[in-house]
């Protein structure tokens, strides 16, 4: 039979963590028991409320609840979301790993889905959150605007509306423990691996309780890091910035030598010596822009070689007669 681990990062979660697991993941798990071992990982990510002690005492009352034990990581701070994920992702055994929040908003229901993608044949499976009319206006905007945004910056795989909320096959999991980086995102990377992909559509639900972990701040940050660690992109924009500022400013700059001191001013357009000082200092600026992306371009091959990611990745279901 195979085995599947689920993987739940939990932070700050008191109010809703036992109805989550008690009323809406367990009871899809058990409904799935007849097909499937499961292994229930629970990554506390250091939350300075009660979770801790309400995640060990849940553990301890529920010890046969699946057919085998409940893990149970514990931080000893917060690290933040995508490192509790490799975290969980890490401790699992299974044939594959699925990852889902602990809020309630990623239904457990759908998980039958995921496993039966799977079984046909793909590798990951994502799902994507079915429409925004729950959430406010700006968070709808900003997160059109993320995923546009960072599919300019180069990651075109990434579709709009993809969450955490995946399946991966066991050969996308031992790859992903592969990589060393800090400052990752999960999702970014995965993307990144390629292998074959289903997406699931989900109703993205409400909360049980409490308020959502994610402030302005930290969905700040989360964008800079996926900006900064999957595209150059804006090294490129730039450069090409600084070069049209330069080629523009060089050649008023030559127009207004030839017309000013070649030939007279005959458009009689009087540009004085601020004007000419104006276009100059414009012309070195867009100098100095093309001077920083050069340097911003070793930057960014140095930063590649420190997260030290794999130069390919084979899919071995795929290939054959290999030396091993």
Known sequence: MKKISVVVPVYNEEKGICHFLSKDLIPELNRLEDKYNFELILVNDGSSDNTLTILQSFINDNKKTLNSPIKLVAFARNFGKEIALSAGIKEATGDAVLTIDADGQQPPKEIHKFIESWENGNEIIVGVRDHFTKHGFIPRLGSKMFYKLFRIMGNKDTVPGSTDFRLMDREVVNEYNKFTEHNRITRGLIDWMGYKKEYINYVYGNRFAGKPSYTFKKLFKLAIDSFVSMSDTPLVIFGYLGSLISIFSALLGLFIIINQYVLGDPLRLYWNGAVQMTVFITFLIG??????????????????????????????????????
Not at 289 to 294: F, G, K, N
Not at 302 to 323: A, D, F, G, V
């Open 287 to 324: 100098l100095v822009m093309i001077s920083q992306y050069v340097t911003a371009l070793y930057i960014s091959h140095i930063h590649s070689e420190t997260q030290n990611r794999p130069l390919y990745i084979i899919s071995k279901k795929n290939s054959k007669n290999l030396k091993k």
